[in-house]
């Protein structure tokens, strides 16, 4: 990459090439998101500027990128940029990146909702994504969303300041209900909504994720016990204690886990109704339950 005047248009087709012999799922699209990142334009404006000549001052970090990249950091965590329900959001090595699937759940809430001021809990915010969307479509609401780690509620936060009026999201740290009985022992505070896009992977099944997500996502962010249900089992059981009369249990599921939480909500009495929603491929990945 030295000695040599490089357009846009040359790095883009060098970089995709050496991304391929390097087995990186989407070489071009990772090239092109790199360097716009770099040349702080857009896809669009690289396409503009094809012929344009790339200097020594970003033929320099570019490089970096591209050498984390086939290393397999993931390029959110590159960027530090991940767009989720047409927002951009902060991500980096201390939350999951968000996936595009878990739009379903908020967009879901947003179609089912009934009050204009609802109270809605969300465990395991990570990046705080599904908070914060649901915080810029529905002002009104009051929100709560806790994670266990506290450096994702860091990251959590840096983005509601970026998006919404601090105020209408409390964020706690804890283990799934424990920040709730914490603030609440007498059990007063009732939830219209707890949603969850829950850690749902077998530990069994590390090895064979794809090192993007192994070895660089947060372990607690992927992994819930040997069957991938422990978080799940304890959201179904625990969740009637904290919601409204007719409140909603709104949570992701893994594509394999559809049978076994249905017999885990069919015994469980609190709830009264419950459907699971499919996603684009026609899989089973959102359960939602209601209480009587
Ligand atoms: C799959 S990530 C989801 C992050 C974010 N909500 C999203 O959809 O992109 C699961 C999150 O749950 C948190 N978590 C894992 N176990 C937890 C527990 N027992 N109590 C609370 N949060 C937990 C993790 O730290 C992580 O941020």
Known sequence: MRNKMWRVVDLLDWTTRYFEQHGIRNPRLDAEVLLAHLLEKSRLQLYLHFEM??????????????????????????????????LDFYVDERVLIPRPETEQLVETILREKTGNSERLLELGTGSGVIATSLAVHQPEWEIIATDISEPALAVAQKNAETHVHTAQIKFLTGDLFEPIKAINPAGNIRFDWIVCNP????????????????DYEPEIALFAGDDGLAVIRRLIAEAPKYLAPNGK???????????????????????????????????????????R
């Open 249 to 291: 249990l709104i949570f992701e599921i893994g594509e394999t886990q559809a049978d076994t939480v249905r017999s885990l909500i069919d015994a469980e009495p609190a709830y009264c109704t419950y459907k699971l929603l499919k996603d684009y491929a026609e899989k089973e990945r959102i359960l939602l339950a209601s209480t």
């Open 53 to 86: 000549p790339v200097f020594q001052e970003h033929l320099t970090p570019y490089r970096e990128l591209i050498k984390k990249r086939i290393e397999h950091t993931p390029v959110s965590y590159l960027t530090n940029r991940k767009e989720f329900m047409s």
């Open 199 to 214: 850690p749902y992977v077998k530990k069994t099944e590390w090895d064979t994720l794809s090192p993007d997500v192994r």
